[in-house]
T-cell receptor, first 115, second 114 residues
């Protein structure tokens, strides 16, 4: 078990460009979560999947954000027309469902800087 | 809706001294409670969790926390800290109906001085 991995670890982009991040969860985990963390704050929930179904989206997730988990394994988070306010650390976590679903395992994050 | 308040944004402490990081939560339903640690440029690592049962919970690296329902608190303690404990600590809460969404506090920066 290699844990949750995220790529890239760092991304610098210009305002207006699109970016896509990838998360590979722990292989037997069927729940996958995305969070955003800005400097000096705790992670804020963005969305989560159970298998390939996206079951909840935060109001923080504007129309420029889209997340997918096409085969119930890895997930991608895309931000279109990036804005400077999108600069943050984007964290992915995974968990089991049912018994044990309370414990989420986090990846190292993707740090996005929008210039 | 749940919320989490971490009462101290920074806690400086000398090595081998005891430390307490304070956390209060609010929720209209029963919850699970967690403490996570985040080292620089790393993801979050679970320190300990309270699900039910004994209100004193022991975690990794010598940390423990006590759930106090009447005061809606879940303070984290360690009797003797090390330089390597310097990190950001997050208190978190999720509903105990599956726990799919976790609400985090703003974090407490623990700085251990030699």
């Amino acid at each position: 078990d290699t844990g949750v991995s995220q790529n890239p670890r760092h991304k610098i982009t210009k305002r207006g460009q699109n970016v896509t991040f990838r998360c590979d969860p722990i292989s037997e985990h069927n729940r996958l979560y995305w969070y955003r963390q800005t400097l000096g704050q705790g992670p804020e929930f963005l969305t989560y999947f159970q298998n390939e179904a996206q079951l909840e989206k935060s109001r923080l997730l504007s129309d420029r954000f889209s997340a997918e988990r096409p085969k119930g394994s890895f997930s991608t988070l895309e931000i279109q027309r990036t804005e400077q306010g999108d600069s943050a650390m984007y964290l992915c976590a995974s968990s089991l469902s049912g018994v044990g679903s309370y414990e989420q395992y986090f990846g190292p994050g993707t740090r996005l800087t929008v210039t | 809706a749940q919320s989490v308040t971490q009462l101290d944004s920074q806690v400086p402490v000398f090595e081998e001294a005891p430390v307490e990081l304070r956390c209060n939560y609010s929720s209209s339903v029963s919850v699970y409670l967690f403490w996570y640690v985040q080292y620089p440029n790393q993801g979050l690592q679970l320190l300990l969790k309270y699900l039910s049962g004994s209100t004193l919970v022991k975690g990794i690296n010598g940390f423990e926390a006590e759930f106090n329902k009447s005061q809606t608190s879940f303070h984290l303690r360690k009797p003797s800290v090390h330089i390597s404990d310097t990190a950001e600590y997050f208190c978190a809460v999720s509903q105990n109906t599956g726990g799919f969404k976790t609400i985090f506090g703003a974090g407490t920066r623990l700085f251990v001085k030699a």
